[in-house]
Every structure is written in structure tokens, then in C-alpha cells.
Nanobody, 123 residues
Framework: QVQLVESGGGLVQAGGSLRLSCAAS????????MGWFRQAPGKEREFVAG???????YYADSVKGRFTISRDNAKNMVYLFMNSLKPEDTAVYYC?????????????????WGQGTQVTVSS
């Protein structure tokens, strides 16, 4: 059974930075794609960033150039470094694990989810 636990959310001013972390249990972490999604109040969940088993990365256009996803397979960790944060980045951020190694942007393809961590960006 896979468990995902996010941390690192909080309140930050516009232009600031945060690092989200996701700790994953399970022995097959290194061969799985990981994704970060977010959901703002009244909006649908959206893909933010993903990293495949080989380290290839994908980003939503809205965060490209500002966010960086990385993984540490030795520690079963995935990170989301968020820079130049904007008020529109305010959302609950979720870490997700896909039972395959290739990143896709649809949330239904991910079988395991964390509980989420709140990110609030003030203007």
C-alpha cells in the first residue's frame, strides 16, 4: 500500500517562494511517475508538474519557468520548488503517484494521492 504525505505549504507574499515536499512509502517509488496537482476554491483540480521514472519533467504553462519538480529516489521524496508566486497560485496542492513510469496530465491516471497542503499567496 502506498502512502503519500505532503508538507511545506503555508502563507507567502506575492513574489515569494515555497518548497513543497512529498514523502512516499513503498518499494516501487523509483519506477513510478509522480505529479503535483492543485485545486483552488470553486475550480477543478489541475495538473501543475510531473516527473517520470527517468527524471523527465513536465509543467503546466501557468507555472513553467517559475516551478521546478524534482525527485530523490533514495529518500522516496518528490519536491516542488515554487518561485515568483502569484495570488492565482493559491490552492491546495496534492502529490500523486501513477502506477506507471510516464507522466500524464490527467488526474484519473494517478492511483494514489496525498492529503494535500494549503498554499496561500497574498497580494
Amino acid at each position: 500500500q502506498v502512502q503519500l504525505v505532503e508538507s511545506g505549504g503555508g502563507l507567502v507574499q506575492a513574489g515569494g517562494s515555497l518548497r513543497l515536499s512529498c514523502a512516499a512509502s513503498g518499494r516501487t517509488f523509483s519506477s513510478r511517475a509522480m505529479g503535483w496537482f492543485r485545486q483552488a476554491p470553486g475550480k477543478e483540480r489541475e495538473f501543475v508538474a510531473g516527473i517520470g521514472w527517468s527524471g523527465d519533467t513536465y509543467y503546466a504553462d501557468s507555472v513553467k519557468g517559475r516551478f521546478t519538480i524534482s525527485r530523490d529516489n533514495a529518500k522516496n521524496m518528490v519536491y516542488l520548488f515554487m518561485n515568483s508566486l502569484k495570488p492565482e497560485d493559491t490552492a491546495v496542492y496534492y502529490c500523486a503517484l501513477r502506477p506507471y513510469g510516464v507522466v500524464v496530465t490527467t488526474g484519473d491516471a494517478y492511483g494514489y494521492w496525498g492529503q494535500g497542503t494549503q498554499v496561500t499567496v497574498s497580494s
